[in-house]
Nanobody, 123 residues
Framework: EVQLVESGGGLVQAGGSLRLSCAASGISFDDHAMGWFRQAPGKEREGVSCINSDGSIQYAESVKGRFTISSDNAKNTVYLQMNNLKPEDTAVYYC?????????????????WGQGTRVTVSS
């Protein structure tokens, strides 16, 4: 059984930082791309960042230079370091896994999803 469990969300002031974690079980990062997505109230789910099996990375334009994705294969955990947070980053953040060596920020490609962790950035 595949499980993705996010943690690390919370309330932070604008300009602050948070680090999200996604602990994965039942899959291997050797053959799964991992992605972070977010969904704000009343908006569609959007891709934030993904990391492929070869370590290549993509970021949404809105988070480039502020967010950093990384993975620890030994712990089967993916992280999203979020710096200089803005109120518009407020959303529920989801971790997702896509079977295959490469993926992108299209939510439809991902087979497995976590339950989400809420991030609220106050102004």
């Amino acid at each position: 059984e595949v499980q993705l469990v996010e943690s690390g969300g919370g309330l932070v002031q604008a300009g602050g930082s948070l680090r999200l974690s996604c602990a994965a079980s039942g899959i291997s990062f050797d053959d799964h791309a991992m992605g972070w997505f977010r969904q704000a109230p009343g908006k569609e789910r959007e891709g934030v960042s993904c990391i492929n099996s070869d370590g290549s990375i993509q970021y949404a334009e809105s988070v480039k230079g502020r967010f950093t994705i990384s993975s620890d294969n030994a712990k089967n955990t993916v992280y999203l370091q979020m710096n200089n947070l803005k109120p518009e980053d407020t959303a529920v953040y989801y971790c997702a896994a896509d079977y295959g060596y490469y993926s992108d920020l299209s939510a439809a490609l991902y087979e497995y999803w976590g339950q989400g962790t809420r991030v609220t950035v106050s102004s």
